[in-house]
Structures are given as C-alpha cells and as structure tokens.
C-alpha cells in the first residue's frame, strides 16, 4: 500500500477535534478516547502528537482566542499613538469593537470558557492578545496598574457575558411572574417593548445588557486618565 499523501494527524488537527468534542458535549466531554473517536483513529496515536488532555486544552485555547480581533487595539503604523492620542476619543471605539469581538469568539465556543477560565494562560496567541491590549490601554494614557484592572475587568465582562444569559433565566411570560414579583414583570415587559425579549433565542436584552456594562466600564476608565 501507498503512503497517504498528507499527515492524518498534527497537533492542529487534534486540536480542532477538541475543540469540536467541547463545542458539541461540553467541557466534560473533552477525553483522550472522545477525541480520537471523532478523528477515526485509536487514543494511542494521539500520544505521538500530544501528550494528554492539558496539550488538548492548550491547543483549543490557541484556536478559540485566534479567532479573536486584534486589529481594533493594534496602533497606526505611522503613529506610536493610537488616533487622536492619549484619552481621546478613538481608544473607546477601538476597545468597544475588540471586547465585542472577544465576546463573540466565546459565544460561538461558551463551553470553552470552563476550562480556560481558572487556568494558567499559556498560549501564545492568548499572551499575544492580553500584551496587545494592555499596549493599547497605556497608549491611551492609563497607567500600568490601572491597565492591569482593567484587562481584569474586561475579562470577567466578556467571559461573564459569554457564558451566561439573562434572558434564558426568565422563559415565562411576564405576567406569570405577577403579582408576587411585579419588579421582574414589569421589567420583562418594558424590555420586550423596547424591542428585546425575555427567552431564548431573542437575544436583544442581553446585547443590550452587555453594551451598558460596556459602555459603563468605558467610562470608568476614562475617568482614570490624566487631566490635559
């Protein structure tokens, strides 16, 4: 028999099938077996490729944060400071559209957040994007320390917001939620008329949600920076 033209299995290959196995099963799913299951081949021949299931989780946590946009925090080449300098009004804009983008990397892969969150960052493309951010929050004008919590509270924003929804907590009608709760009712209704509603698959309470908190940290920061 001939040798097959390419590699049946890389270090990417495998990593793309957990990924698969976690978007699919969740995080408990994620096994040696499940993953070789999924490529067609026995677990042994993973180990020639990785060495367990910590190089698995590495490997998704370098394609889940790959798919994250960089370029919004990314400084001009022309420029060692971002448009419109430190504190103005185009370092919003360029955080604003990254911590959406991070956001929307998570939503599509949400049980990945389990296990990347309370582990040691150790990819290189999510050291890539925590250096890339707080470069561009210094360009800003924030000092290093403020920088840092910052990038903390981004973090728990984006992740917080990715893994859960407030609207799939509330999947009644309003008004079954009266009178005992008429808070609750009330607020349900008034986002529904505001153009959300309460229930999955109508997520416009909680972009709308997420964009407050958003715009809310925004300001927090601004309030740090320096005086000019």
Do not use: C
């Amino acid at each position: 028999m001939g040798r097959p033209s390419r590699a049946l299995l890389s270090r990417e290959i495998i990593a793309r099938a957990a990924l698969d196995v976690v978007d699919e099963h969740g995080p408990d799913g994620l096994t040696m077996r499940a993953v070789a299951d999924r490529l067609g081949v026995k677990a042994a021949s993973l180990y020639n490729h990785v060495t367990g299931k910590d190089e698995l989780i590495d490997g998704l946590a370098e394609l889940v944060n790959a798919e994250i946009d960089l370029t919004p925090l990314e400084a001009p080449a022309e420029d060692a400071q971002l448009p419109g300098g430190p504190g103005g009004a185009d370092w919003r804009a360029g955080l604003a559209a990254y911590a959406r983008g991070y956001r929307a990397a998570f939503l599509r892969h949400p049980n990945t957040i389990a296990l990347l969150a309370r582990r040691q960052v150790g990819a290189e493309r999510q050291l890539l994007g925590y250096d890339t951010l707080l470069a561009a929050l210094g360009r800003a004008g924030l000092a290093p320390a403020d920088a840092a919590e910052a990038a903390a509270a981004l973090d728990y924003l984006v992740l917080g917001s990715a893994l859960e929804t407030f609207t799939a907590g509330f999947t009644r009608p309003a008004d079954e939620y009266r009178p005992r709760y008429p808070a609750l009712a009330g607020a349900l209704e008034a986002s529904v008329e505001r153009g959300g509603a309460a229930g999955p698959g109508a997520p416009g309470l909680d972009e709308r949600g997420f964009d407050l908190a958003l715009r809310l940290l925004l300001d927090g920061l601004a309030a740090r920076l320096p005086r000019t």
